[in-house]
Each structure stands twice: as structure tokens, then as C-alpha cells.
């Protein structure tokens, strides 16, 4: 079966840094659209950055770009979500979720159990 499994998170200061991992098992990974997602305390689940399958193409929430990379390596069946100049707004569960469209209606998503990320003094 399908797992994503993220780890990396924990608590860091603000202005600190930390590089979530997501490995991934089960799947075809080069194939798949990968994504970090995540969600502060009461609030609704949103993107953070996409990779293309192939790792040339990415995409950011505007707010976050210029402090968090996403990458992939393709070898090791393994996303990454490094993160700096944290700041406590940016507290949340992080999680990985994999795509990959089959058609117009049809597609193969799966997510991670998520990494908790808390930034505080």
C-alpha cells in the first residue's frame, strides 16, 4: 500500500530553521506531483510549494516564497520542505500529499499523517 511518512518537524525559535522530509513507498514516486500542505491551529489545510514529477518545475504560496525550498530526490523516493527564518505564524501541522492525474476525472492522491511544526521562544 501507499505510505507517506514526513518527519523533520519540532520546536524552533524564531529566525530558525528545519527541513521536513516526506518518504514515500508503495507508488511509482517520479511519476507523481508532489505538495507540502499545512495547517495552523482552527484553520483550514493550504498549500505551501509543489514540485513537478521530475523536480524542474515549482510552485509557492506567494507569502512563503524566498523562505522555504521544496526539492526532491527522485532515488530516494523523498520530498523536502526546508524552512527558514521561521516565525510563529508558521506553526502547523505540515503535510505531504502525492498526485498524480490519470484524466479528466481520475486521479491517485494520497497524503502523509502530517509533522507537527511549532516556532516559539
Known amino acids: 500500500q501507499v505510505q507517506l511518512v514526513e518527519s523533520g518537524g519540532g520546536l524552533v525559535q524564531p529566525g530558525g530553521s528545519l527541513r521536513l522530509s516526506c518518504a514515500a513507498s508503495g507508488l511509482t514516486f517520479s511519476s507523481y506531483v508532489m505538495s507540502w500542505y499545512r495547517q495552523p491551529p482552527g484553520k483550514e489545510r493550504d498549500v505551501v510549494a509543489s514540485i513537478s514529477s521530475a523536480g524542474r518545475s515549482t510552485n509557492y504560496a506567494y507569502s512563503l516564497k524566498g523562505r522555504f525550498t521544496i526539492s526532491r530526490d527522485n532515488a530516494k523516493n523523498t520530498v523536502y520542505l526546508q524552512m527558514n527564518s521561521l516565525k510563529p505564524e508558521d506553526t502547523a501541522v505540515y503535510y505531504c500529499?502525492?498526485?498524480?492525474?490519470?484524466?479528466?476525472?481520475?486521479?491517485?492522491?494520497?497524503w502523509g499523517q502530517g509533522t507537527q511544526v511549532t516556532v516559539s521562544s
Open positions: 500529499k502525492a498526485l498524480y492525474v490519470i484524466g479528466p476525472a481520475s486521479r491517485n492522491e494520497y
